[in-house]
């Protein structure tokens, strides 16, 4: 039969190409590409502000990195020194960990899980530091702030800005940073009473071996970090916020929320390279100091230099950071009124920023 085929098919004749109709080809969904457009847009924008901020810093650099610098300096050090020191020879960490521990294991989170044996040491490290460095956080890093807020809140700054002004500033940032400090309190409380619910849930199931720990201690780390890590975006916009339109409290925080709707992903990835060079400097305090003293024979007088020069860097990466968190709130607030008003502003590019003559020689 299949030789009598191939006898009655003619020799040359055209073979026959059966094509699938283009209806039936796979291509990506309408909402696939909105998705890529949106992630490619955000990038752009997260650089340009970037590119803004280093532009800015640059163009008064005498002035940030003498001024805001300076003041910030007394904060950096202490941080520094706190972190590394405190919770060594304080009699406060010890006590803070040990009630930690009890709590967790009263609220029946398992003990052979290494994710909350971590999360202990470091909820009471943070707690240790944040409280022999509070009187340094609400003087010389507010007014530091208040300063660069006031320089980079203008287009024509004046330098250095006025008492009165930076007193305004540093009033409404006063304010926030308390509303901010029971907000992440809040958020920390919220995510140890979801990862409870959690493991309870899980422990009423019968997921109890080890191998079911390990996975849902994986997904609480992740949770955890992605609370609070929204919840830190938030206060720092709540910050610039409060000092750029010089109310704080409460509302501040709300239009922080308002303001970073739809842009969180964008918050974070501006967040990311001044945060790793704030690790990058801590952990250099560390290697640099912290081990030379421990090991000795280095001079005490070229050994706090050096320790004041890298609390000097410190300085110089939180007033970057300002920076760009003031640039960050233009292109949110200008967004913001673009979009309630339908309305486009003279002088304003496609993401939303205002163009000027000194931005334009920008790569």
Do not use: W
């Not at 800015?56 to 005498?62: K, P, R, S, T």
């Not at 521990?101 to 040491?121: D, H």
């Not at 304010?175 to 919220?190: G, P, V």
Request: aromatic residues 14%.
């Amino acid at each position: 039969m299949l030789c009598l085929c191939l006898l009655n098919t003619k020799v040359g004749s055209p073979s026959v190409r059966i094509e699938k109709p283009l209806n039936s080809l796979p291509c990506p969904s309408p909402s696939s590409y909105r998705k890529k457009e949106q992630i490619s847009s955000n990038m752009e924008v997260s650089c340009k502000i970037l590119r803004r901020s280093i532009h800015g810093f640059l163009q008064n650099y005498q002035y940030f990195t003498s001024t805001a610098a300076f003041l910030a300096l007394p904060f950096s050090a202490a941080i520094l020194l706190s972190q590394a020191v405190v919770p060594a020879s304080s009699s406060l960490f010890p006590q803070i960990h040990s009630h930690l521990r009890t709590l967790f294991y009263a609220a029946g989170f398992p003990s052979s899980s290494q994710f909350f044996t971590i999360l202990n040491l470091k909820v009471s490290q943070t707690i240790t530091s944040s409280i022999f460095t509070l009187p340094f956080t609400l003087t010389f890093l507010l007014i530091a702030k208040a300063v660069i807020i006031r320089a980079t809140s203008h287009h024509k700054p004046t330098f250095p800005p006025s008492f009165t002004s930076t007193l305004f500033h540093y009033k409404a940032l006063f304010i926030t940073y308390i509303y901010n400090s029971f907000f992440i309190l809040s958020a920390n409380a919220s995510s140890f009473c979801l990862l409870f619910l959690a493991f309870s849930f899980a422990e009423g199931l019968g997921y109890s071996s080890p191998s079911c720990t390990l996975l849902m201690s994986a997904a609480a780390a992740i949770l955890f970090s992605v609370i609070l890590a929204n919840a830190l975006v938030i206060c720092n916009m709540a910050l610039t916020v409060s000092g750029m339109e010089g109310h704080g409290g409460y509302m501040a925080i709300l239009k922080a929320c308002v303001l970073l709707r739809g842009r969180t992903s964008m918050a974070l990835f501006l967040a990311l390279p001044v945060n790793v060079g704030l690790a990058a400097i801590e952990a250099l305090f560390h290697f640099k100091i912290v081990r030379a003293y421990d090991i000795g024979g280095t001079r005490m007088p070229f050994l706090a230099l050096e320790g004041i020069f890298i609390a000097y860097l410190y300085s110089v990466f939180i007033t970057i950071d300002t920076i760009v968190s003031c640039m960050f709130y233009k292109s949110c607030k200008v967004a913001l009124l673009r979009v309630d008003q339908g309305t486009k502003f003279p002088n304003e590019d496609k993401h939303g920023y205002f163009v000027f003559k000194n931005f334009e020689e920008l790569p």
